[in-house]
């Protein structure tokens, strides 16, 4: 139960962020939407064709290498994100502030709302799947893969979004990657005090 929570907590953050912050202030991050913007324009398909087909493949990608327990906590995040997400823009209230304040804002509700969703081995399908499976078989940190892949996609679509979107969209990684990094690194510290502290405690008895 308390996992769920979790889970419900960190999809708050990141919905809230993406319906009141970084939507209306037209920031694009380097991942699933910014993705199907690039496919879109160069094959000239729907991009909600491209968003559910890669969303799709991505679930399938993490049933097949990650198990089933995955599966059902991923859809479970996915319909938490898709009520909140829709529940906060429907409500029509949006933040339009300075781009620099908005992407430092957003990049560390979303990467706490992500950081949340990951430490509960779930997502909201979207790359974190990939930094999910590569953590857990090359021990590979979720942040820097997901920082490697939303840089790689922002550079690739550099003619498309724009050298301002895309030097935002690199800020916006950087920071939210980095809130990612640490609270991985202060929760590991954490587990690594009190195991030691749990031998300390064996070992003198």
Same mark, same amino acid.
């Given at each position: 139960? &308390?996992?769920?929570?979790?889970?419900?907590?960190?999809?708050?953050?990141?919905?809230?962020? !993406?319906?009141?912050?970084?939507?209306?202030?037209?920031?694009?991050? $380097?991942?699933?939407?910014?993705?199907?913007?690039?496919?879109?324009?160069?094959? &000239?398909?729907?991009?909600? !064709?491209? *968003?559910?087909?890669?969303?799709?493949?991505?679930? #399938?990608?993490?049933?097949?290498?990650?198990? &089933?327990?995955?599966?059902?906590?991923?859809?479970?995040? /996915?319909?938490? !994100?898709?009520?909140?997400?829709?529940?906060?823009?429907?409500? %029509?209230?949006?933040?339009?502030?300075?781009?620099?304040?908005?992407?430092?804002?957003?990049?560390?509700? =979303?990467?706490? $709302?992500?950081?949340?969703?990951?430490?509960?081995?779930?997502? +909201?399908?979207?790359?974190?799947?990939? @930094? =999910?499976?590569?953590?857990?078989?090359?021990?590979?940190?979720? @942040?820097?893969?997901?920082?490697?892949?939303? +840089?790689?996609?922002?550079?690739?679509?550099?003619?498309?979004? %724009?050298?301002? *979107?895309?030097?935002? %969209? #690199?800020?916006?990684?950087?920071?939210?990657?980095?809130?990612?990094?640490?609270?991985?690194?202060?929760?590991?510290? &954490?587990?690594?005090?009190?195991? /030691?502290?749990?031998?300390?405690?064996?070992?003198?008895?």
């Amino acid at each position: 139960m &308390k996992s769920y929570i979790i889970i419900i907590i960190g999809n708050i953050l990141l919905t809230s962020a !993406y319906a009141f912050l970084t939507v209306p202030n037209d920031i694009i991050d $380097g991942g699933i939407t910014s993705t199907s913007l690039l496919l879109s324009n160069i094959f &000239k398909l729907d991009i909600a !064709y491209i *968003t559910t087909t890669i969303t799709i493949l991505l679930l #399938i990608f993490g049933l097949i290498t990650l198990g &089933k327990h995955f599966f059902i906590k991923s859809i479970f995040s /996915s319909l938490c !994100y898709i009520l909140f997400f829709n529940t906060f823009h429907l409500t %029509g209230f949006t933040i339009t502030i300075n781009p620099f304040l908005c992407i430092i804002i957003a990049s560390i509700l =979303i990467g706490i $709302g992500h950081y949340l969703c990951l430490s509960q081995n779930t997502t +909201t399908v979207g790359y974190d799947v990939i @930094a =999910i499976y590569l953590h857990k078989k090359k021990k590979y940190n979720p @942040a820097i893969t997901l920082r490697i892949i939303g +840089t790689l996609i922002l550079f690739l679509g550099i003619t498309i979004f %724009g050298i301002e *979107t895309f030097l935002y %969209g #690199i800020i916006f990684i950087t920071i939210e990657t980095q809130v990612i990094y640490l609270l991985s690194e202060y929760n590991f510290l &954490k587990i690594k005090r009190k195991r /030691s502290h749990i031998w300390k405690n064996i070992l003198s008895k």
